[in-house]
């Protein structure tokens, strides 16, 4: 019977995260467990730097961006002097069970305290939605609102000044970001690391073509994988002789209130996430498939692969034309 558990967040924050903190604190306390909020993810867990959670001290924290526990990448989480650190804190706690809620990274830390005798739940709250076994991430819907915002705004400008904008968008190694934005936004071309590109075929002759319909701004996005928008502009520049700039939106993407969505996602595997380690249950990650909450073994979830939806790339092309 599990009877005390800590709640942290690791690696890269994302809107939705104190959302899924608030469930488990009270999913926890309902339960009549003792509930620990440990600071900057694994560092605060080595260093016992925790205090105790009740119902009220998660009030007022559902509509906030970024996490009221810190979060923190650690080194020395990752040797074995560090793991044993953190294992020695649990035991003078009375931790029985650990709420984990981060990207891939954090994952694994969570998969090696589990197998060391620290049952672990793992919760995705990454703004990349490059989570295998989950259609979307805590954090995804936010960003990919505050991406179609932004770049709103841009296309205010381009549209004054006959311009193009090319925007770097975020999601470290995987275009979901990008390519959703980037339908969302109309962008005549979209680039991801998931499809090889030709920069004269893909987005200098798009644009011509474009140009012979009397289009005269346009939005090229740019997944952060690829990079190089400052040199994409200068280029489109020369070649199309439509004026250009370059825009990276950087952290503005990780931050802000978080939407609806992410604000029942993060709640939903919060309270998913106590109820398994209340049943003994740990090394799991929760998931969401087709709307539904599912968890699966940490381990397998990080052997898991997901296809993007080509589908969606090729509609894209076709329409913003
Ligand atoms: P994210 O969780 O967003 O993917 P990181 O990849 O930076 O972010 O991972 C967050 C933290 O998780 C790392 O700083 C480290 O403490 C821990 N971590 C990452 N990889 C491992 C690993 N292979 N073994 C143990 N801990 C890990």
Do not use: W
Request: aromatic letters at 4%; proline letters at 2%; hydrophobic letters at 40%.
């Amino acid at each position: 019977m599990i009877k005390t558990i800590g709640v942290l967040t690791s690696g890269g924050d994302a809107p939705g995260m104190n959302a899924a903190i608030r469930a488990v604190v009270r999913a926890g306390c309902e339960l009549g467990m003792k509930v620990y909020g440990i600071n900057r993810g694994y560092n605060g867990l080595m260093e016992n730097d925790m205090y105790e959670m009740h119902l009220r001290t998660v009030s007022d924290i559902i509509n906030r961006g970024g996490t009221i526990l810190y979060s923190a990448r650690s080194d020395r989480f990752k040797t074995e002097e560090g793991m044993q650190a953190a294992i020695r804190v649990c035991r003078e706690r009375g931790i029985d069970g650990l709420v984990v809620i981060g990207g891939d990274g954090s994952f694994r830390g969570a998969r090696d305290l589990s197998l060391r005798g620290v049952p672990c739940v793992a919760i995705p709250g990454t703004i990349d939605n490059d989570i295998a076994c989950c259609d979307r991430t805590i954090g995804y819907d936010t960003a990919m609102n505050t991406v179609v915002e932004m770049v709103d705004r841009i296309r205010d400008t381009t549209e004054s000044h006959d311009r193009c904008a090319v925007v770097e968008v975020m999601g470290r190694g995987a275009g979901y970001l990008v390519l959703n934005a980037g339908i969302a936004c109309g962008a005549t071309s979209i680039l991801m690391p998931e499809v090889p590109f030709d920069f004269e075929r893909d987005v200098i002759e798009r644009m011509k073509r474009t140009q012979r319909s009397n289009k005269v701004h346009f939005v090229i996005m740019v997944s952060e994988a690829i990079g190089g928008v400052d040199e994409m502009a200068k280029r489109i520049q020369k070649e199309t002789g439509v004026e250009s700039r370059a825009t990276v939106l950087g952290h503005v993407q990780r931050g802000g209130s978080p939407t609806a969505a992410d604000r029942i996602l993060g709640s939903q595997m919060g309270y998913h996430a106590v109820q398994l380690l209340k049943d003994g249950i740990g090394n799991r990650v929760v998931a969401t498939q087709k709307g539904e909450i599912l968890d699966f073994d940490i381990f397998e979830a990080l052997n898991m692969s997901k296809e993007i939806d080509l589908g969606l790339y090729k509609m894209s092309n076709e329409i913003s034309i």
